[in-house]
């Protein structure tokens, strides 16, 4: 996108509030709350092209995963890793909706902001590629290296 151009989602109206009934007791908050967490979810999933191609790779390590048979703690670990990446993708999105929020104009702060959140997602993706070469690597290896 254009740096200094406003955001699709800064021109657009504000999105319609889930229903505005009054929740009746706590665990109404409760579920409403999952409403609005599910629709931050949602939101990411349609608006950020790297949050659909991490959902991509995902679905392919996992089946690779159950082709190599990984054990429970490697399963464990690649999930961590998936989350992390998710979940720093997700704070990107953020940051670059409050930046929006705060100034549709040039600003080196603006520009720091949305720079360190998208370096953020660089670096657990770099990671967590590290960390699925020491997880397949060695399963790998059997695979096309061994003799029998
Ligand atoms: N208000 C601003 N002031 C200064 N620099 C900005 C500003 N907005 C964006 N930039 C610069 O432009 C880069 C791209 O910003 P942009 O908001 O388009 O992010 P993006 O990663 O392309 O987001 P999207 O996922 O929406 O495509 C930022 O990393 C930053 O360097």
């Keep these: 996108m254009n740096q200094l151009s406003p955001s699709p989602e800064a021109t657009k109206p504000a999105p319609a509030p889930l229903p505005n009934t009054a929740p009746k007791s706590e665990f109404a908050k409760f579920v409403r709350s999952f409403g609005y ?20 790779v995902t679905s392919l390590v996992i089946v690779l995963g159950a082709i190599l048979h990984l054990s429970a703690i490697e399963f464990a670990i690649l999930l961590v890793t998936i989350s992390a990446v998710f979940i720093a993708e997700m704070f990107n999105t953020v940051i670059e909706a409050c930046v929006d929020l705060i100034t549709p104009d040039y600003h080196p702060l603006a520009r720091i902001a949305k720079d360190v959140a998208a370096g953020a997602v660089l670096a657990s993706a770099i ?13 790998l290896w059997v695979v096309f290296f061994s003799v029998h």
């Design 37 to 56: 967490a599910f629709r931050g979810l949602g939101y990411t999933i349609r608006t950020q092209r790297n949050a659909r191609v991490h959902i991509a």
């Design 127 to 139: 990671f967590s590629i590290l960390i699925g070469l020491c997880i397949f690597g060695p399963h």
